[in-house]
């Protein structure tokens, strides 16, 4: 327990952090449930090269009780179009650890598909790195009551009242047009929808 390692993915566009407000209450409440000292500056004391003032950039931050360290990345976003259901009903990651290896034993269960769904105790929660929202036919945006993970992405779409939250299993997906992937550095239309038949 004392060892244990988080990580928080955070977008930069022109050299500005998005998102903060939902990023400090997560690695806030993540310090205080695990005993981690976080200072309220850290965030705003990063420093953001100027050559890269212009890149959509991914900044990773990895911290635990002995240390918090930050690395910088051009982003570039994957291209996911199909889905596998995988079940999967004892999975934990309700907060953003470092250590993914039950995510990642997942995945090795796609079987060809581009990622996966996680379905737990019967309804959709996540893929292994985003929420989800889906597309209705009249272009509202809903996303799961159930989820692995309350993402700052989900966490402000919600707040601001651009999704709402609806309990979902595989059979309700036939009721959607489309579905996105969101997450810290995805908002709903900054990825192509995936076609629900696409969801096997």
């Known amino acids: 327990m004392n060892n244990l390692s988080f990580i ?5 566009r022109n050299g500005v952090l998005e998102n903060l407000f939902f990023h ?12 981690i000292d976080f200072k309220e500056d850290y965030l705003e004391n990063i420093i953001i090269p100027k050559d890269l003032s212009s ?11 002995n240390s918090f360290e930050h690395s910088l990345e ?33 995945l090795k269960q796609k079987d060809g ?12 929660t996540d893929t292994s790195f985003s929420n989800i929202v889906l597309l209705d036919q009249s272009n509202q945006l809903f996303t799961p009551t159930t989820y692995l ?34 997450n810290a550095l995805n908002e709903p239309l900054d990825t192509a929808p995936i076609q629900i038949e696409n969801i096997y």
Request: glycine content about 2%.
């Open 8 to 12: 928080e993915t955070i977008r930069v």
């Open 24 to 35: 400090k209450k997560r690695m806030f409440e993540t310090c205080k449930e695990f005993n």
């Open 55 to 65: 890149k959509e950039l991914k900044l990773r931050i990895i911290y635990s009780k």
């Open 74 to 106: 051009i982003y570039n976003r994957r291209k996911i179009s199909t889905l596998k259901l995988i079940e999967a009903n004892d999975i934990d990651y309700s907060f953003k650890y470092e250590d993914r290896d039950k995510l990642n034993n997942l």
């Open 113 to 124: 598909a581009d990622e996966i769904l996680i379905v737990k105790n019967g309804f959709i």
């Open 149 to 182: 993970l309350n993402g700052t992405q989900r966490q402000r779409l919600l707040a601001q009242n651009q999704i709402k939250e609806i309990p979902l299993t595989p059979k309700d997906l036939k009721n959607y047009k489309s579905l996105h992937l969101i």
